[in-house]
């Protein structure tokens, strides 16, 4: 009885649904009619993302609150590239942000984005940060650092990045994928300075000292260090102010200590997260007032205090947290010449199996 | 009605042989030459099913069209590295999904079409619950639960005294059998669908007959009741091959090497667009191969239903209660792995995040999800009829090749498809653009790019595979006889659709919207690269919280889906059950009986 009930309920649930979902097919033909003839604001500016949007919407409504400009936005991690290539002149996009440094080499490439000649920009990013012929900016930076366990690598920690590869080391490693970007650039940054036969053993030191198969993001890393699965970890600066702002994940912050690898040679390894101003870029004033807007000090700070990354201007403090870790040297060897040894980099992780 | 007394005797007759259901050499022959229609009446079918054939595949065109160009040979790197491993591991996940699937599918499929059992009713149509759940969620959502910090490995270890890792074995879900699992979990869906529609079409006369003549019971599941589903279960067992293939989700984020994971690697990582569309190209001949064989191992087979008239429901057997037990616990797994133990762990998230998730505008992109997903259905369908029934009317060789090939959009992972739709589509509005400049001065700019056409044209490429599939399952079924004794009366291609095919397929129909609608609300890949500015979907959504390991702030989207994905869910198979049962009356009904007889002239 109760299922018969139960399906004259249902069948009830069933006609509702079935007007809804009628009502909801016209809405979707006025959603289309509107959206098929693609709005084009006199006042606005059209972005092209691989950034996500909850690290970017903030300053966007800024900008919007203080000259009126509208900002649209398409964020997808991969693809923009090749839809900004293939729309050509036509193309709707003004702005390509990027995540890390490989995307805007991949712009370069395809011949999709254009020179800025800006003087703000110039004063307010050092030349290291952006091309030298002016394509792309770099906007925050993030250091690559060690991650160790508190209460198990008090001792005998590792102080670079070479020292991941030693075999005392053995079974107490947590990495993410060695074909992801971070990893990627770090190992490009190694071929780059101590050439490819050198990385490619320096690389196969660490996958054997490797204490899990490679998985999961930065953060995964950290955690499976406070669970007591490994000791060391290799993660981008940034997610450290993400876990302390998780009261679950606290914790894991908690358990490690950060090293910034290299100090006493070349470095710690930095990516840059960045923009470029398109080829087609119909909104070209709008759009450069953004992109001078995004190095401002409101901007930088923002960047600065909602994911923790290092502003790429000098004027602009570091949080507080990230302030905390003191200074350190970077690797100031340019991304443009890191960027040319990607390719080989991710051939590299193939060839020692670095995933398997 | 002569004619559809013969095919029923036919039916009873080859069954006598022993499961050779066979329409074989001179029948079909006659049967083909009659239902094909003289090719000066009725050109305007097979026309518009080669344009618009031509249409769907111009993304595939694309892909194969990149895969000419790529920046640099991959094939010596990755021979001399991970081909092996990424082969390897592409053909075992395909082999295990595929088992898995199947086993789960057909056996449950066949508990609930021919026995009873307490719960029946339910798990009838609970046994969908999975299909709404898409694979990264499932894939997110259990390595929370097993991994080493999860709730059941600290369980065990607290209980256990266990300190590290080390101290003892737990299998890890991140590595290719969990891969396996995972999607078992959520594909096995479309197998069951297919599988239970085909069970329901099969007349009891049959099984009556096989009895009748001294068929054992087994021999009758596996000689007379499978052969005849078997069109329909290789339906939903090429859907779970291909979503297998083209998954990228589950993989990723498991970290396990497979082909389609080298595609985006070789793409995005060595930035070699061309070399990971070499991949993508080689993905689609193996896809092609596949169904080749396939349809090759039973090209001489053709089985058709009998007439709507002589259609009767096979009983149920009542089960005994230990028989019962078992039936239930089958029946259950799959629903409590695949939907239950999701949905559990995501509601909790969402009452946690609830605050925080509520700030976000998911109403908006809830109709977006819905409206998109309905529009992609309705068209998946149109083009589905579209090409089965050109197909029927004109099966030449051109015409089989084109169709089949438009089919297999399916098979490419979503966000080369992508690529492979901005291509063409650019490639139109720019000339558009370039002539409305050259003789009008004004610039048309982008007409279909970046807009929600494009979305849409995306689903249908990727997803009319399922429409089809479905659809020509169906109407493959119908004897060609029905089509003869129609159009002897003087009527039309267009009426005969119309009147006698589309209410006996209508079953086929529900089950392709359903489908089309439930993975086009699940589509993620395209509809990332694909969407016009600042558009959001409950998968896109889903994705940027999740793709930074944020499960909990997604949870309440990815919830939005599973409940909106099954509200389709419960209402088709609802109506396919009924739909069954009306035209499955011992006396049928007049209403049936009125649809499929025609008026004379």
Redesign the interface.
Same mark, same amino acid.
């Given at each position: 009885m109760i299922i018969i009930r139960i399906t004259i309920q249902l069948s009830h649930l069933a006609t509702v649904v079935s007007t809804m979902m009628y009502r909801s097919l016209q809405l979707a033909g006025v959603i289309a009619t509107a959206l098929f003839t693609q709005s084009v604001y006199a006042d606005s500016v059209n972005i092209y993302s691989y950034r996500q949007p909850f690290l970017v919407d903030p300053i966007f409504d800024s900008f919007t609150k203080e000259t009126g400009i509208e900002v649209n936005t398409v964020f997808a991690k991969q693809g923009l590239v090749e839809r900004l290539k293939s729309e050509g002149k036509n193309s709707p996009a003004d702005i390509l942000l990027t995540s890390n440094f490989g995307n805007l080499a991949a712009a370069v490439e395809a011949e999709v984005i254009q020179a800025v000649d800006s003087d703000v920009l110039h004063s307010r990013i050092p030349a290291e940060f952006r091309d030298p012929d002016n394509l792309w900016f770099g906007l925050t930076n993030r250091a690559r650092l060690i991650a160790v366990s508190k209460s198990r690598m008090a001792d005998g920690a590792p102080t670079s990045y070479e020292d991941l590869a030693k075999p005392e080391y053995k079974g107490k490693i947590c990495t993410r994928s060695g074909k992801h970007n971070y990893m990627v650039a770090l190992t490009a940054s190694v071929i780059a300075h101590a050439g490819l036969d050198n990385a490619r053993d320096w690389l196969a030191g660490v996958k054997d000292n490797l204490a899990r198969k490679p998985q999961g993001n930065d953060r995964a890393q950290v955690k499976a260090i406070s669970q007591g699965e490994c000791d060391i970890a290799i993660i981008n600066s940034y997610y450290m102010g993400a876990m302390l702002a998780d009261e679950e994940q606290t914790a894991w912050a908690k358990s490690i200590n950060l090293v910034f690898p290299n100090q006493a040679d070349r470095g710690t390894h930095m990516n840059i997260s960045g923009m470029a101003l398109t080829h087609a870029a119909p909104n070209k004033a709008n759009a450069i007032k953004l992109m001078e807007y995004l190095t401002s000090d409101k901007a930088q700070s923002i960047y600065a205090e909602v994911n923790h990354e290092y502003p790429v201007n000098p004027k602009v403090q570091p949080s507080e947290l990230v302030q905390s870790w003191g200074e350190f040297s970077y690797d100031s060897l340019s991304l443009a010449e890191i960027a040319q040894h990607r390719t080989e980099a991710s051939k590299l992780a193939d060839e020692v199996g670095y995933d398997n | 009605m002569s004619n559809t007394d013969q095919s029923g005797k036919r039916l009873l007759t080859t069954a006598s042989y022993g499961g050779g259901l066979t329409f074989e050499g001179d029948d079909a022959r006659v049967s083909e030459s009659a239902t094909a229609i003289p090719q000066r009446r009725l050109s305007g079918w097979s026309f518009a099913a080669l344009v618009v054939a031509a249409i769907v595949c111009l993304p595939l065109i694309s892909v194969v069209w990149l895969a000419f160009f790529p920046e640099e040979n991959i094939w010596p *790197?990755?021979f001399?590295?991970?081909l092996s491993?990424y082969v390897i591991n592409t053909l075992v996940l395909m082999v295990g999904v595929a088992t898995g699937t199947l086993l789960i599918g057909v056996s449950c499929a066949w508990l609930v079409t021919h026995h009873d059992f307490p719960g029946r009713? #339910?798990f009838n149509w609970a046994l969908l619950l999975p299909f709404a759940v898409p694979a990264y969620v499932i894939a997110y959502v259990y390595t929370d639960l097993l991994e080493?910090?999860g709730p059941v490995q600290t369980t065990l270890r607290s209980l256990f005294g266990w300190?590290?890792?080390s101290d003892y074995y737990f299998p890890?879900i991140?590595?290719l059998p969990g891969a396996i699992c995972m999607m078992i979990l959520v594909l096995y869906p479309y197998v069951y669908l297919l599988a239970r529609a085909a069970f329901l079409e099969q007349s009891a006369s049959i099984a009556e007959a096989s009895r009748s003549l001294g068929v054992s019971r087994r021999a009758r599941i596996f000689k007379v009741a499978l052969p005849m589903a078997r069109p329909a279960i290789v339906v939903g067992l090429s859907l779970v091959m291909m979503e297998t293939l083209n998954d990228y989700g589950t993989v990723d984020y #498991?970290?396990v090497?497979t082909l389609t994971a080298g595609l985006? @690697?070789i793409?995005?990582?060595?930035?070699? $667009?061309g070399g990971g569309a070499q991949i993508a190209t080689l993905l689609l001949i193996f896809v092609m191969v596949l169904i080749g064989l396939e349809k090759s191992s039973r090209r001489n087979q053709q089985n058709y239903q009998p007439s709507a008239s002589r259609f009767r429901a096979s009983s149920r057997t009542r089960l005994t209660k230990s028989k019962s037990v078992a039936a239930c616990l089958t029946c259950f797994i799959p629903v409590l792995l695949g939907f239950i133990v999701p949905a559990w762990i995501l509601g909790g998230y969402t009452i946690t995040y609830l605050d925080e998730s509520l700030n976000q505008d998911f109403k908006k992109s809830a109709? *977006?999800s =819905?409206?998109?997903s309905? !529009?992609a259905a309705i068209a998946a369908v149109g083009i589905g009829i579209l090409l089965s029934y050109s197909k029927r009317l004109h099966p030449t060789r051109n015409m089989k090749f084109s169709v089949g090939v438009a089919s297999l959009g399916y098979a490419v992972p979503g966000?080369v498809l992508?690529?492979g739709v =901005? =291509?063409p #589509?650019?490639?139109f @509005?720019?000339t558009v653009?370039a002539i409305a400049e050259r003789f009008f001065g004004i610039?048309t700019? $982008?007409l279909l790019?970046?807009? !929600?056409?494009a979305l !849409?044209f995306a689903y249908t490429v990727r997803f009319l595979a399922m429409a089809y599939g479905s659809i020509n399952s169906s109407m493959k079924k119908i004897s060609p006889h029905m089509d003869d004794a129609a159009r002897s009366l003087g009527h039309s291609p267009g009426t005969i659709l119309r009147k006698v095919h589309l209410p006996l397929i209508r079953s086929g129909i529900l089950t392709a919207a359903l489908v089309v609608f439930v993975d086009c609300m699940k589509e993620l890949?395209a509809t990332?690269?694909?969407?016009?500015?600042? #558009?959001d979907t409950l998968a896109?959504q889903v994705?940027?919280f999740a793709? @930074?390991?944020l499960i909990g702030q997604s949870a309440i989207y990815a919830l939005l889906i599973v409940l909106v994905g099954l !509200?389709?869910v =419960?209402?088709l198979s609802?109506?396919i059950d009924r739909s069954g049962e009306l035209s499955t009356q011992a006396a049928p009904s007049e209403t049936t009986r009125q649809r499929i007889i025609l008026p004379t002239g």
């Open positions: - | *790197h990755l001399n590295t991970v491993t009713a #339910f080493y910090a300190q590290l890792a890890s991140r590595t #498991f970290a090497p985006y @690697d793409w995005l990582g060595m930035n070699n $667009l109709l *977006h =819905i409206g998109l309905s !529009v966000a992508a690529i =901005i =291509i #589509f650019a490639a @509005d720019n653009d610039s700019g $982008l790019s970046g807009t !929600v056409f !849409v890949p990332l690269v694909l969407r016009p500015f600042n #558009f896109t994705y940027q793709s @930074d390991e !509200v389709p =419960i209402l609802v109506r």
